[in-house]
């Protein structure tokens, strides 16, 4: 499990270059928790519930009884499951304890707090038997993992043989007048509306560069093929600014 060799795509930090990432993680969306949904919708153009959507959608010809949804921040993803796939249970995990507080709140006023539970977990060690999941979802989060190969050897671990690992992650158009486009957006419009939202202007600072320097397409199913899984489907939404990768547990590791 040797982390060093995807550092290029991790090293992005929000606040400093001494303390641990994923410390300085959770302590930035502990800060921002209340508004992240609203940046979310900024960050995404409003699209990010089109393309959970579609991405839940593709689950649906595969065993999907238990999900695990990592990075779930505020739980749109264990809500949204249900509306799209009717799953028996959808464990939620994340650093962010004030991520999944809002979620709470939101799991109850949709009447489903009996099918989700939240729990503070960090991917890189999570606590769950082995083959526990059939699933296991990354809606935006996978780019801020510190421990990148240890998180996904454990994700391996506890999905049951032949299970699905889906991964929604934003990324920069590739093409000329639409990349040089989504950066203005990113520099001037994100940037100022997000100091409205909240003072601590370095967390949203870290979150569009963390999109601009981790692997995306082709980089980032190399390093899922690495790590023990096979690409089922890979797509692209709204001219490249988001992406899809559906990919299946191979052999044990």
């Given amino acids: 499990m040797d982390n060093t060799q995807y550092k290029e795509y991790t090293k992005e930090k929000p606040y400093n270059e001494t303390e641990a990432k994923t410390e300085q993680l959770s302590r930035m969306f502990n800060t921002i928790s209340d508004k992240y949904d609203k940046f979310n919708d900024i960050m995404s ?20 009884k238990e999900i695990l949804d990592i990075a779930t921040g505020t739980g749109d993803v264990c809500i949204k499951a249900f509306k799209y796939l009717s799953p028996d249970h959808v464990t939620g995990v994340d650093i962010s304890n004030q991520m999944m507080v809002v979620g709470s709140k939101k799991v109850n006023d949709a009447g489903l707090s009996d099918k989700i539970h939240f729990e503070v977990q960090d991917c890189a060690t999570l606590s769950y038997h082995d ?3 059939d699933v296991a979802t990354i809606a935006f989060g996978i780019r801020n993992f510190e421990k990148l190969s240890e998180s996904l050897t454990q994700i391996h671990r506890v999905l049951r043989p032949s299970g699905h ?3 929604l992650e934003m990324n920069e158009p590739t093409k000329g007048i639409l990349l040089k486009g989504y950066r203005l957006y990113t520099q001037i419009f994100v940037r100022t509306t997000s100091k409205l939202l909240s003072s601590d202007s370095r967390a949203y600072d870290y979150l569009t560069k963390s999109m601009h320097t981790f692997a995306s397409g082709e980089k980032l199913i190399s390093i899922l093929a690495e790590n023990g899984f096979k690409i089922i489907k890979y797509k692209n939404f709204t001219f490249g600014v988001c992406s899809m990768y559906l990919v299946e547990k191979i052999s044990d590791r």
């Fill in 45 to 64: 153009w409003g699209m990010a519930r089109i393309w959970r959507k579609k991405a839940l959608l593709s689950l649906k010809a595969y065993p999907h």
């Fill in 131 to 133: 083959a526990s999941f």
């Fill in 165 to 167: 690992l889906l991964i």
